[in-house]
């Protein structure tokens, strides 16, 4: 299976700061990522697909990048809203896997 | 819009099997390639396995072969999950999951609110 490594696990920022969160694959996956935000008690949401492309409905403060095997998530301007957990998911491969999930909390 | 609406939590004995369900609205189950996704409390997401838009079968995740299968009802637009020789590790939430309509894609844009199963002696 392809292992997808996030990184960090855990951020701390506040509203209005500028973030990136890493994903990266153990190996190529050409741009077959996506992203999604999980909020507690609550089913994940996708953010980014084709590793760039923004989801219908998804504030553009989210843009996704990079290609190959290493990928990031940015938020441009985080909001109270963002404060969640973040997963990056590969799909390159029929056999789907997820990284470990970076939460965001509030500095 | 695919909305997704699961059946309600269960609680199984070891050894157990529980079968969840999910009920398509919004197009019908063969316009979808329905996937399951669980997530064991306070853990991340663990893909379980889903429906190949290449030749319509279903792919399973290797670390459940041989002990979960996926079905779907396309009369009723309803799939189905079984687990089977259940064990405490298997409490988690399930959640069925599906790519954009027509999409061959595998990342999931719908998901259902999910269903929780709690194995406990």
């Known amino acids: 299976d392809i292992q997808m490594t996030q990184s960090p696990s855990t951020l701390s920022a506040s509203v209005g700061d500028r973030v990136t969160i890493t994903c990266r694959a153990s190996?190529?996956?050409?741009?077959?990522l996506a992203w999604y935000q999980q909020k507690p008690g609550k089913a994940p949401k996708v953010l980014i697909y084709?590793?760039?492309s923004l989801e219908g409905g998804v504030p553009s403060r989210f843009s996704g990048g990079g290609s190959g095997a290493e990928f990031t998530l940015t938020i441009s301007s985080l909001q109270p809203d963002d404060f969640a957990t973040y997963y990056c998911?590969?799909?390159?491969?029929?056999?789907?896997?997820f990284g470990q999930g970076t939460r965001l909390e509030i500095k | 819009q695919v909305h997704l609406v699961q059946s309600g939590a269960e609680v199984k004995k070891p050894g157990a099997s529980v079968r969840v369900s999910c009920k398509v609205s919004?197009?019908?189950?063969?316009?979808?390639?329905m996937h399951w996704v669980r997530q064991a409390p306070g853990k991340g997401l663990e893909w379980m396995g889903g429906?190949?838009?290449?030749?319509?079968?279903?792919i399973y995740a290797q670390k459940f072969q041989g002990r979960v299968t996926m079905t779907e009802d396309t009369s009723t637009d309803t799939a189905f999950m079984e687990l089977s020789s259940l064990r405490s590790e298997d409490t988690a939430i399930y959640y069925c999951?599906?790519?954009?309509?027509?999409?061959?894609?595998?990342?999931?844009?719908?998901w259902g609110r999910g269903t929780l199963v709690t194995v406990s002696s």
């Open positions: 999951v599906t790519p954009p309509a027509y999409s061959s894609s595998h990342y999931f844009e719908s």
């Open positions: 919004g197009y019908s189950l063969a316009e979808l390639f």
């Open positions: 429906s190949n838009p290449d030749d319509g079968e279903t």
């Open positions: 190996e190529n996956i050409s741009n077959w």
């Open positions: 084709k590793a760039s």
């Open positions: 998911q590969q799909y390159n491969r029929y056999s789907i896997t």
